[in-house]
């Protein structure tokens, strides 16, 4: 089965406003995750990635948090904008493995 | 800088049919997967070359899907004979290093497949 999941499979939030997308993995290997963004009919588009010994890393309006604790992963959105509105994929890979396991996504729905 | 190319980017067959997608990686990427997306789920690895070496095909449905990589650049991935359940986006990306680890994965835009 997959190994990292999304706790919602849809979205919606209204513009200006921040947005955070939950992830959880059930593996405590895991020890590199990534976030991709796919808008429609377009290939998943690299947003920010993370290691396990960082629990937060920022980016250009996005904040990665990790919490190792309880294998939850999140992304942070700060002031959401109608080209935010995609789908959200977490993906996870262990030491010694350099595949990616994508979870199942989360839509985002932008609201004017 | 362009991207990974991948054609067709549509495309329709019925069921036993045969069909082929075509993938061609950002310049000087050593390293290119192939992808399947089933509607509404996260891409699925099916195979990893580096170069034009296998370093992965654990998930290929090795009795219909094959895949090459010849001279290490462009590849195809081919399905022969087509089942109901391989409708799909089959999506390309390449990567400088050999890991998804820490090296960016740029994807293709994908082929839709449909298969009646």
């Known amino acids: 089965g997959e190994s990292v999941g999304l706790h919602l499979p849809t979205l919606s939030v209204q513009e200006g406003d921040n947005s955070i997308i939950n992830c959880a993995y059930s593996?405590?290997?895991?020890?590199?995750f990534i976030w991709y963004k796919q808008e429609s009919g377009k290939g998943p588009q690299f947003i920010i990635d993370?290691?396990?010994?960082?629990d937060k890393r920022q980016g250009q309006r996005v904040t990665v948090l990790l919490n190792k604790t309880v294998k939850h992963l999140s992304l942070q959105i700060a002031a959401t904008q109608p080209g935010d509105s995609a789908v959200y994929f977490c993906?996870?890979?262990?030491?010694?493995?350099?595949?990616?396991?994508f979870g199942a996504g989360t839509t985002v729905t932008v609201r004017a | 800088e362009a991207g990974v190319a991948q054609s067709p980017r549509y495309k329709i067959i019925e069921k036993r049919q045969s069909v082929a997608f075509w993938c061609n990686p950002i310049?000087?990427?050593?390293?290119l997967y192939w992808y399947q997306q089933i509607l509404g789920q996260g891409p699925k690895l099916l195979i990893q070359?580096?170069?034009?070496?296998?370093?992965?095909d654990s998930q290929l449905p090795k009795d219909r899907f094959s895949a090459e990589r010849l001279k290490g650049v462009d590849s195809t991935l081919k399905i022969q004979p087509a089942k109901l359940e391989d409708s799909a986006v089959y999506l390309c990306?390449?990567?400088?290093?050999?890991?998804?680890?820490?090296?960016?994965?740029?994807f293709g835009p994908g082929t839709r497949l449909t298969v009646l």
């Open positions: 990306a390449s990567s400088s290093g050999t890991s998804g680890r820490g090296n960016e994965q740029f």
């Open positions: 593996n405590s290997a895991s020890d590199y």
């Open positions: 993370i290691r396990s010994n960082m």
């Open positions: 993906a996870e890979s262990r030491p010694g493995d350099y595949k990616l396991s």
């Open positions: 310049s000087g990427h050593a390293t």
């Open positions: 070359f580096q170069n034009n070496g296998v370093v992965d």
